[in-house]
């Protein structure tokens, strides 16, 4: 079971980049996996930002993304997708994705120690 994040990099403020999480060893909607990104700046927490549910019918956003991320899935290709736009420096962090199974509400969100899988991180850095 492994989730390879990817699709990071340098961009300026304002400016749009889309992260990718996807999964191998199961599947993500038969084997019933909510699928969220975490997010860890320098010297600070890791912090939930959006969550998907198993089904995709419910989505979690942090408050401070609500209006300029968007999460979704691709079922036929095992792939979760943060699209991120009007980026700002604060958004500067490294990038997880993370997978929970069981779960087909996301409402809420879910914290690092929900999470059964992690992927390795993918560096998002947003210049001013």
């Known amino acids: 079971v492994q989730l390879q994040a990817s699709g990071g990099g340098l961009v300026q403020a304002g400016g749009s980049l889309t992260l990718s999480c996807a999964a191998s060893?199961?599947?993500?909607?038969?084997?019933?996996?909510?699928v969220g990104w975490f997010r860890q700046a320098l010297g600070k927490e890791r912090e939930g930002v959006s969550f998907?549910?198993?089904?995709?019918?419910?989505?979690y956003f942090a408050d401070s993304v609500k209006g300029r991320f968007t999460i979704s899935r691709d079922n036929a290709k095992n792939t979760v997708y943060l699209q991120m736009s009007s980026l700002k420096p604060e958004d500067t962090a490294v990038y997880y994705c993370?997978?929970?199974?069981?779960?087909?509400?996301?409402?809420?969100?879910?914290?690092?120690?929900?999470?059964?899988?992690w992927g390795k991180g993918t560096q998002v850095t947003v210049s001013s």
């Open positions: 060893g199961f599947k993500l909607d038969l084997d019933y996996y909510a």
């Open positions: 993370a997978a929970r199974r069981g779960s087909d509400y996301a409402g809420l969100g879910f914290g690092v120690y929900d999470m059964g899988y």
């Open positions: 998907i549910s198993a089904s995709g019918g419910s989505t």
